[in-house]
C-alpha cells in the first residue's frame, strides 16, 4: 500500500507537532511538501522533518496544484484562513484542518460544502476527542448505560502571553474561540447540540499591555435539549505557562471525573440492588494527536468518514461564536 503524501500550510510552532506525528507514522504517510508565507520558516520545518526532501512552497495556491498531494494539513492561525480549503476539497485532496475553522460562520460552512460536494474525508483538530477516557464515557452514553446527561462542567486554564496575534481578537477570535472552542466541541460531543448559550467575558489582567484586546476571563452556560446544562469556565491568568484542562459529566447512573482526555474515573452511581461495583479508572498513555490522524487514514483507507469532520468544526465554531455575541450583548443567544 502505497504511503499518502502530505503537504502542511502553516508552519507554525504547532506545525512541527503535527510534523512529529508524520514522522512517527511514516510506514503509512510522507511529509511531501511545506508551505508558509515565510519561506525560512518553511524551509526550516522541511529539513527538520525531512531532512530537506519535503517541498518548500510560499503561495498555498502552488501548494495545492503541484505538490501531488493526498492529504493536506491546515494549521493556520484563525485569520489566515481564505480559499485553501475549498481548492484542495476540488481537487480531490483529504484535509485535517486546525481549530477554529474561521472567524465567522459563512467562511466555515464554505469550506464545509465545498468538501462535502467534493467526497474528500475531512478532519478538525479537536483532539480530545481522541482520548480514551472520553471513549469510554461516549460508549456508554451511546448504549444508554449512562442513562440521561444532566450536567457538563469544565475549566481551560493557562497565563501566557502566546504569540502577538493570539492576543488580538480580530486574529485570535479571542481565548474563547482559540482554545476554550475544545471544552464546548467535548460538550457537544458528549451533549449533544446546544439550544441555548448565555457568556460573561473580560479583560482583568492584560489591560496594561499594548494590543491585548482578547478576553482573559470567561464564564459560559450552555443549554442542551431536556434541560442539560453545561458550565465552562477559561482564562489566561491562572499558572504561568500550564495549560489545564479538566471536566465532569454527571449523569443518572454514572458520575465521570476527567484530568484531561485520560486518565479519568467513572463512578456508578446507580448500583442494582446489593452490589457495591468499583470506579472504573481509564488510564492510557496514548498521544491523541497521533490518535486522530490514524483515524483520519483509516478513514481515507476505508472510505469512511472521520471522527470529527469539517461539519462539527462549523457546529462547534457556531456555539463558541453565539457565546461571543451573548458576552456583547449580555443577552442568552438562542441556536439552531
Given at each position: 500500500m502505497s504511503r499518502l503524501q502530505v503537504g502542511i500550510l502553516g508552519c507554525g510552532s504547532f506545525a512541527r507537532e503535527?510534523?512529529?506525528?508524520?514522522?512517527?507514522?511514516?510506514?503509512?504517510?510522507?511529509?511531501?511538501?511545506?508551505?508558509?508565507?515565510?519561506?525560512?520558516?518553511?524551509?526550516?520545518?522541511a529539513q527538520q522533518f525531512t531532512g530537506g526532501q519535503a517541498a518548500v512552497y510560499t503561495d498555498h495556491h502552488d501548494l495545492i496544484e503541484k505538490a501531488g498531494l493526498d492529504v493536506l494539513i491546515v494549521?493556520?492561525?484563525p485569520y489566515g484562513h481564505s480559499d485553501e480549503?475549498?481548492?484542495?476539497?476540488?481537487?480531490?485532496?483529504?484535509?485535517?484542518?486546525?481549530?477554529?475553522?474561521?472567524?465567522?460562520?459563512?467562511?466555515?460552512?464554505?469550506?464545509?460544502?465545498?468538501?462535502?460536494?467534493?467526497?474528500?474525508?475531512?478532519?478538525?483538530?479537536?483532539?480530545?476527542?481522541?482520548g480514551a477516557a472520553v471513549?469510554?464515557?461516549?460508549?456508554?452514553?451511546?448504549?444508554?448505560?449512562?442513562?440521561?446527561?444532566?450536567?457538563?462542567?469544565?475549566?481551560?486554564?493557562?497565563?501566557?502571553l502566546h504569540s502577538p496575534w493570539w492576543r488580538v481578537r480580530e486574529k485570535s477570535g479571542g481565548q474563547l474561540v482559540e482554545q476554550g472552542i475544545h471544552l464546548l466541541d467535548l460538550a457537544r460531543y458528549l451533549m449533544g447540540e446546544a439550544k441555548t448559550v448565555f457568556c460573561r467575558q473580560e479583560n482583568l489582567f492584560h489591560r496594561h499591555i499594548p494590543d491585548y484586546t482578547s478576553e482573559d476571563v470567561s464564564a459560559v452556560v450552555i443549554g442542551f435539549e431536556g434541560g442539560a446544562l453545561g458550565v465552562i469556565y477559561v482564562t489566561n491568568g491562572a499558572i504561568p505557562n500550564r495549560w489545564i484542562h479538566d471536566y465532569r459529566l454527571v449523569a443518572r447512573n454514572l458520575t465521570a471525573e476527567f484530568s484531561g482526555p485520560h486518565p479519568a474515573v467513572i463512578y456508578q452511581t446507580a448500583p442494582s440492588p446489593g452490589s457495591n461495583p468499583e470506579p472504573q479508572r481509564v488510564?492510557?498513555?496514548?498521544?491523541?494527536?497521533?490518535?486522530?490522524?490514524l483515524d483520519l487514514i483509516e478513514a481515507i483507507r476505508s472510505g469512511r468518514p472521520a471522527r470529527t469532520p469539517l461539519r462539527e468544526g462549523a457546529l462547534s465554531l457556531d456555539l463558541a461564536l453565539a457565546a461571543v455575541r451573548s458576552a456583547q450583548t449580555r443577552q442568552e443567544v438562542q441556536l439552531g
Open positions: 503535527h510534523a512529529r506525528v508524520l514522522l512517527e507514522l511514516q510506514d503509512q504517510v510522507a511529509l511531501a511538501a511545506v508551505c508558509d508565507r515565510h519561506p525560512e520558516r518553511a524551509a526550516a520545518l494549521a493556520l492561525p480549503v475549498e481548492l484542495a476539497a476540488q481537487r480531490g485532496i483529504h484535509l485535517l484542518v486546525e481549530k477554529p475553522l474561521a472567524l465567522d460562520s459563512a467562511l466555515a460552512w464554505r469550506m464545509v460544502h465545498a468538501a462535502e460536494a467534493a467526497g474528500v474525508v475531512t478532519q478538525v483538530g479537536f483532539k480530545f476527542r481522541f471513549e469510554a464515557l461516549k460508549r456508554r452514553i451511546e448504549s444508554g448505560e449512562s442513562g440521561p446527561v444532566g450536567l457538563f462542567s469544565a475549566r481551560y486554564f493557562a497565563n501566557a488510564e492510557s498513555e496514548r498521544d491523541v494527536l497521533k490518535a486522530q490522524m
